[in-house]
């Protein structure tokens, strides 16, 4: 069955911490793998993209790795700040056309 | 460019009224989406558009729901009739492509529709 979990469900850190979000999949065939950032109240906004040839792709603070070969993927977020607080999403493309989608994580960073 | 920009921002309305939500994609951009977001079922794709024409309708939940891009800068989203469980937060999107290396999908602010 073509799934995408995230763990954990949420998480509380405190500001300046490092945190690792996790994204399991069993999409096949794969296409690509897709981490959004979505603050309260608005649209989702891509963080990464990487296809089955990518081991990790960094954005600012946000790194993200992938293995195809585990169809596993995360995301670290580095020296965490306030405004990391937020749903973080994975998305996996399955085949040409098929977004599979996970519930997300909801990162709370205290100060 | 302003982004992609949805209307309205809220809707409130009775169950049985018919609604409608807009969206305005980025220019030049060839893929559309309309998603749902709920707290209980997170967020899901409803349908996508490629060059106006509907790719993947498979998400949209039943016959009420219907989506229509007579143009590259312009679809909609219908619910006739709406229910109280068609609450949620729709959003639209936009891509240059699918599954290319560079595509980035863009979202809009969506509209909260809340039908009592």
């Known amino acids: 069955k073509n799934q995408v979990e995230q763990s954990p469900q949420s998480l509380i850190i405190l500001e300046g911490k490092n945190c690792t979000l996790q994204?399991?999949?069993?999409?096949?065939?794969?296409?690509?793998l897709r981490w959004y950032k979505q603050d309260t109240g608005r649209g989702p906004v891509s963080l990464t993209i990487?296809?089955?040839?990518?081991n990790t792709k960094s954005n600012g603070r946000y790194t993200a790795t992938l293995d195809a070969d585990t169809k596993q993927s995360s995301l670290h977020i580095t020296a965490s700040q306030l405004s990391d607080s937020a749903s973080y999403i994975c998305?996996?493309?399955?085949?040409?056309?098929?977004?599979?989608f996970g519930a997300g994580t909801r990162l709370a960073v205290h100060p | 460019d302003a982004g992609v920009i949805q209307s309205p921002r809220h809707e409130v309305t009775e169950m049985g009224q018919e609604v409608t939500l807009r969206c305005k994609p980025i220019?030049?951009?060839?893929?559309l989406f309309w998603y749902r977001q709920t707290m209980m079922r997170g967020l899901e794709l409803l349908i996508y558009?490629?060059?106006?024409?509907?790719?993947?309708d498979s998400g949209m939940p039943e016959d009420r729901f219907s989506a229509k891009m007579p143009n590259a800068s312009f679809s909609t989203l219908k619910i006739q009739p709406s229910e109280p469980r068609d609450s949620a937060v729709y959003f639209c999107?936009?891509?240059?492509?699918?599954?290319?290396?560079?595509?980035?999908?863009?979202f809009g602010p969506g509209t909260r529709l809340l039908v009592l």
């Open positions: 999107a936009s891509s240059l492509a699918l599954i290319a290396y560079q595509e980035t999908q863009y």
């Open positions: 994204c399991n999949y069993t999409v096949s065939p794969f296409s690509n």
């Open positions: 990487m296809t089955f040839s990518e």
């Open positions: 998305v996996v493309t399955r085949g040409y056309n098929k977004l599979i």
């Open positions: 220019s030049g951009h060839d893929y």
């Open positions: 558009f490629n060059n106006n024409v509907p790719i993947d």
